[in-house]
């Protein structure tokens, strides 16, 4: 299959195909993704939380995005490989933005980049996509900003709040960025941006008027145990899975069922144990 690129993903907008975009952190997830024909593999800093054990993605450093990033790309031939600009990394000017979203695409082999926030990062977003690194923009619910958000909580209910979404999307469209994601907005306004933008909009929690919808490798499959956001359905239940199997290979070492000499072990050649002896 041949690799996704942004010209594609526009045509699926033009025609209303539903793109997909999953996170990935590792490689057997990239080749999962690869396999099954996801559109876009996005190594998020949700990394810091489902992979890391962190408390938030503001503690996730651009060295271990890095090392994840390298993993995915190694693992995904056909879908367009994305990653988030960890907080930080893009915050403390657009020559220091620059470097590491160049640092993102060299040590990470990441395709393009994703930052959240509005207005105040169009310039940023300019001056990366201008030097020919692709920007996904990403507004509504901003989890780098949870503390000043005062919680993950849903934006843009009201006309004022709405305004500012769509005003920010407009101006990240403007300034380069070739996607968006929108995050726990009302459906209404997830509908409405995609239609009043050109690029490709990815909802997550912003209803089913979007290009196309992202979630959370580990919510999709339930493998992580976090508080539950009203956006996500679980498609599978790899957890439980994971749980009967190891609380089998327990059991079975502790009472010697496993392993079976024979078919899980190896023999002596032919007369060698007596040599041995
Ligand atoms: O970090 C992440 O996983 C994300 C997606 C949920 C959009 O940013
Ligand atoms: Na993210």
Known sequence: RKKMTIQQLQQLRES??????????????????????????????????VCLGLPSTTLVTLD??????????????????????????????????VRNAVRMVKEGHVEGVKLEGGAEIVDI?????????????????????????????????????ARDVYD?????????????????????LGSFITEELSIPTIGIGAGPGTSGQVLVWDDLMTRWH???????????????????????????????????PKEEGYEMGPGEWDLFL
């Not at 920010?168 to 209404?188: N, R, T």
Request: hydrophobic share 40%.
């Open 16 to 49: 209303r195909t539903p793109i997909t975009m999953v996170t990935a952190y590792d490689y057997p997830t990239a080749r999962a993704l690869d396999t099954h024909g996801v559109d876009i593999a996005l190594v998020g800093d949700s990394l810091a939380q």
């Open 64 to 97: 271990e995005m890095l090392h994840h990033c390298r993993a995915v790309a190694r693992g995904s031939t056909h879908p367009l490989i994305i990653a988030d600009m960890p907080f930080g990394s893009y915050h403390a000017g657009v020559d220091d933005a």
């Open 125 to 161: 977003v300019r001056r990366i996509t201008q030097m020919g690194v692709p920007v996904m923009a990403h507004v509504g619910l901003l989890p780098q900003r949870h503390v000043a958000l005062s919680g993950y909580r849903v934006q843009g209910r009201d006309a004022a709040g």
């Open 168 to 188: 920010s999307a407009k101006a990240l469209q403007e300034a380069g960025a070739f996607s968006i994601v929108l995050e726990a907005i009302p459906h209404q």
């Open 226 to 260: 976090g508080r539950k956001a009203k956006f996500v359905r679980r498609f599978a239940d790899v957890g439980q899975e994971e749980g009967r199997g190891i609380q089998n290979y327990i059991s079975a070492v502790r009472d010697r069922s496993f392993p079976k």
